[in-house]
Every structure is written in structure tokens, then in C-alpha cells.
């Protein structure tokens, strides 16, 4: 079993995020949305909660199981992957979440 710190830093972090949003509808945490226009905080915390929690816990998994060796061609998939994920995220609540 292998152990890169860096994945698993920011996997850590992801989680604790996920839990302040998706959990305790800190959505004051969510930089770029103006809280008094958003329709359905709720659902843009369930949103943003599921979104980290897995893209922390790909991280976690990714830091654990991938070889140093390795780690910089998986860790270009896994962002690049993670940043399209975020962007598809952030145009869908500004379509249909805010007014």
C-alpha cells in the first residue's frame, strides 16, 4: 500500500467541506453565489455535500492505492475530471438555482 500526502491532505479537507455544506447548510462557506438570490439553499447544499464527498473521497483512494511512480498521470485524470465535474456543477445552480 502506498501513501502520498498530498491527495490525502486535500481529500481530508474535501470531506470536512462536504460536512459543513452538505450536512450543516454552511452554504455562507460557498464563494461566487449571492446567498439572498438562491432559490433553494437546501438543495445547492445537497448539491455542493455529494459533489466534495465524493470528489474527497476519490482523492483519499487515490492517495492510498496509486504508486508514486504513477501518481503524477493519475493525479492529471483525476483533477482534470474533478475540475469539469465543478464547472458542470457551478453552471447548473447558476441556470436553474439562481434567481
Same mark, same amino acid.
Given at each position: !500500500? ?11 479537507? +474535501? +470531506? +470536512?467541506?462536504? =460536512? !459543513? ?16 438570490? /438562491? ?17 474527497? +473521497?476519490?482523492?483519499? /483512494? ?11 498521470? /493519475? *493525479? ?10 465543478? /464547472?458542470? *456543477?457551478?453552471? =447548473?445552480?447558476?441556470?436553474? *438555482?439562481?434567481?
Amino acid at each position: !500500500m502506498y501513501l502520498n500526502e498530498g491527495p490525502l491532505a486535500i481529500g481530508i479537507i +474535501l +470531506l +470536512l467541506f462536504a =460536512y !459543513m455544506v452538505g450536512i450543516k447548510k454552511h452554504t455562507w462557506l460557498l464563494s461566487g453565489f449571492n446567498q439572498r438570490r /438562491v432559490r433553494d439553499k437546501e438543495r445547492l447544499s445537497r448539491l455542493v455535500g455529494h459533489l466534495d464527498l465524493s470528489t474527497g +473521497l476519490v482523492l483519499i /483512494v487515490s492517495g492510498v492505492l496509486t504508486p508514486p511512480p504513477q501518481l503524477p498521470a /493519475v *493525479m492529471g485524470i483525476i483533477v482534470t475530471l474533478i475540475a469539469i465535474a465543478h /464547472v458542470g *456543477m457551478i453552471i =447548473y445552480v447558476q441556470k436553474n *438555482m439562481v434567481e
